[in-house]
């Protein structure tokens, strides 16, 4: 028996979806008495669609799910939260341990031994509301669990066969994370209005409320947490005290401020990717206003350039001589020479994206947050997962995992753990190398 503890959140409406399914006899059932004559039972239950499954997931009490994988299936491909795990060979054996209160959900991988199965459990009166296969639903954009996610050997990095581990699941649009004094993590969760910190035991708290639509963190020597705040675009300090260090350009709001790197001489550097516009189906996106500016400690802004089409993660080298730049539709890597009075020159592109590629919407690496460890290596968050360079721009791996990651950081307590954010998760990689030694990030 397999037992799924980080269950996703879901909404009060598709909460009610789903006891609307279980309230009227489930899915299948009622597909089933449509169904053109001769057909096998197998044949008549339905294959639940995303948006069946995530309204029975909303009411995890009112249905069980019992997934009729190999634990190797599982390992490799996921799952969801169940109730069994178990051989459809097997499953005669204990449908005296199956609750018999609730309807049932099978899982495999394409559904047909979940048919199989549920043709069974229909047989000894059991009440089933439709069969999953977890490949259709991950294709339609569903979330799965329990797959092994290990990591590849990169000498001075990581140890091959890690365990990527889930740290915690189910947060609202989580980015933007930075190291706490103590080790612990602390990650913007945007759409909840509030910065999180997750501590090295585990527990979540809430750090700062009401921060503003926060994004994106930095800290300072004194330390002051700074954010990239979107509800009124602005860089502030947001804690212990609040105020706004700048919210316009030459007299102009700033579009859509996205993340931030904040230097030991003060000088804060910022991207705003804008609002990309709506996009007709089929139809190639439109290019919105971006810009990437300096905010140097006197309180001007100075525009750095304006060309960059999806300007997005940005970091500092360890001696912070060099600044990195993720342009999330683009195929580089960029980077800057940084010079003593903070001023940037020397544009190019540092390391090729193994993220990239062309699509119908138009060109896209997916490069969002960027981290640096101690020896200079940087560690990239795109489509393809967390891409690692030297400090020359060589590739030295990609560690896939099982959401995009948004964002990146080195913590606890030896900064020797680093953690990626992203699509409501947290994750964690214990590490052979460690974070820079400075405020945050």
């Known amino acids: 028996m397999t037992i799924y503890r980080n269950v996703p959140r879901y909404s ?21 008495q449509n169904a053109p004559a001769g057909q096998t039972a197998e044949a008549q239950l339905a294959e639940l669609d995303r948006a069946q499954i995530d309204a029975l997931l909303a009411t995890p ?37 199956i609750p018999a209160d ?16 549920a043709a069974l459990l229909k047989e000894h009166g059991f009440q089933v509301a439709g069969v999953i296969g977890v490949q259709d639903y991950q294709t339609q954009g569903g979330t799965l669990y329990g797959r092994r996610f290990d990591t590849p050997a990169i000498p001075g990095v990581l140890a091959g066969g890690t365990r990527i581990e889930v740290v915690r699941e189910g947060f609202a649009a989580t980015e933007g994370p930075v190291v706490l004094a103590d080790g612990a993590l602390a990650f913007t969760e945007n759409s909840a209005n509030r910065v999180v910190r997750i501590g090295s035991d585990g527990a979540v708290s809430t750090l700062v409320a009401e921060a503003g639509g926060p994004n994106a963190l930095a800290i300072n020597a004194a330390g002051e947490i700074l954010a990239v705040q979107t509800a009124s675009p602005a860089i502030a300090i947001i804690a212990p005290e609040r105020r706004t260090l700048a919210a316009a350009f030459n007299g102009q709001p700033f579009g859509r401020i996205n993340d931030l790197a904040l230097s030991r001489t003060g000088h804060v550097y910022f991207t705003d990717p804008g609002v990309v516009p709506p996009t007709p189906a089929g139809q190639a996106r439109i290019q919105p206003a971006t810009a990437f500016y300096q905010l140097d400690p006197a309180g001007a802004v100075h525009l750095v350039t304006n060309d960059i089409p999806r300007p997005n993660g940005v970091v500092l080298s360890p001696d912070e001589r060099t600044l990195y730049v993720a342009d999330s539709w683009g195929e580089h890597l960029l980077a800057y020479t940084v010079a003593a009075n903070g001023t940037l020159s020397g544009r190019r592109n540092f390391a090729k994206l193994a993220g990239f590629a062309e699509l119908p919407e138009g060109p896209t690496s997916g490069a969002d947050g960027i981290a640096v460890d101690a020896d200079g290596r940087v560690y990239v968050a795109t489509r393809a997962g967390i891409e690692i360079f ?23 307590a030896d900064r020797s753990a680093l953690y990626a954010v992203g699509r409501g998760s947290v994750f964690r990689i214990p590490t052979l190398t460690r ?7």
């Not at 009060?12 to 089933?32: F, K, S, V, Y």
């Open 390 to 412: 030297s400090t020359s721009g060589e590739t030295l791996g990609v560690i896939a995992l099982p959401k995009q990651p948004q964002n990146l950081a080195f913590a606890g």
């Open 61 to 97: 009490g009112q249905v069980t799910f019992i997934d009729l994988r190999r634990a190797d299936e599982v390992a490799a491909i996921g799952s969801l939260p169940v109730f069994l795990n178990i051989p459809v060979s097997e499953l005669d054996r204990f449908l005296a341990y």
């Open 435 to 441: 974070g820079v030694d400075r405020p945050g990030k």
């Open 12 to 32: 009060l409406a598709t909460a009610a979806i789903g006891m609307a399914i279980l309230l009227n006899g489930g899915i299948a059932p009622a597909m089933a």
């Open 102 to 117: 609730r309807p049932v959900v099978t899982i495999s991988n394409r559904a047909g031994r979940a048919r199989r199965a």
